[in-house]
């Protein structure tokens, strides 16, 4: 059986380097080396090592999904895509989703909440592209209506302030390309043709 030759520190101040039989063997991170009790000249079996291992490897793997995690609110599709990106074995999934779960940081519905005011405060956006965004997210239809309907969206107010800031571009054209540049532009925005037609309609071009 392996026997524990040597613990060494590593760069990072919260983990060492496990030496079995003079050669590396893993590394852990110092909570699970001290709940462990690990130590030199300890003999390990194959299948302690083994469990040893895991352990280790799933705490590395959740301090960088909660670093992940922390930047800003995550959906748990992004999540998953996370796990995808970074190759975490699909054994360890349930039990990190779980753990950001009890850290109250990972939650569908809050994401959705914080997505939508993210946009209305910094880059408001219609109704209709909000839905796709948050479907992108792997948000299901029930969350995005429940989100939607006690969320105020005045996109009559965000298509005439998108037209205001653009009007340079067709002041000097003939009212009519001009009306249809502008109709093809909010309609690229992602606003329905009644907005656009009584936006557009109501405009103005001396």
Do not use: C
């Not at 995005?144 to 105020?152: C, P, R, S």
């Amino acid at each position: 059986m392996p026997i524990i030759t040597s613990i060494k520190q590593q760069k990072a101040k919260n983990r060492v380097n496990v030496y079995l039989d003079d050669k590396f063997g893993f590394g852990i991170d110092l909570d699970n080396f001290v709940l462990l009790h690990l130590k030199v000249d300890q003999e390990l079996t194959e299948k302690e090592v083994e469990e040893v291992v895991k352990k280790a490897e799933f705490q590395k793997t959740l301090d960088k999904l909660l670093r992940f995690a922390t930047l800003r609110p995550r959906s748990e599709k992004e999540v998953t895509d996370y796990f995808r990106r970074k190759k975490v074995h699909e054994s360890m999934w349930e039990e990190l989703l779980s753990k950001l779960k009890h850290f109250e940081l990972l939650d569908d519905l809050k994401f959705a909440k914080w997505w939508v005011d993210q946009r209305q405060n910094f880059k408001p956006k219609p109704t209709r592209i909000l839905k796709i965004e948050l479907t992108q997210k792997g948000i299901v239809k029930e969350i995005i209506e429940n989100v939607l309907d006690g969320t105020k969206v005045d996109e009559e107010k965000m298509a005439k302030e998108l037209i205001e800031r653009k009007m340079y571009k067709w002041k000097n054209l003939e009212p009519r390309i001009a009306k249809q540049k502008m109709s093809q532009y909010l309609a690229g925005k992602g606003f329905g043709w009644s907005i656009v037609s009584k936006v557009v309609g109501n405009e103005l071009l001396d």
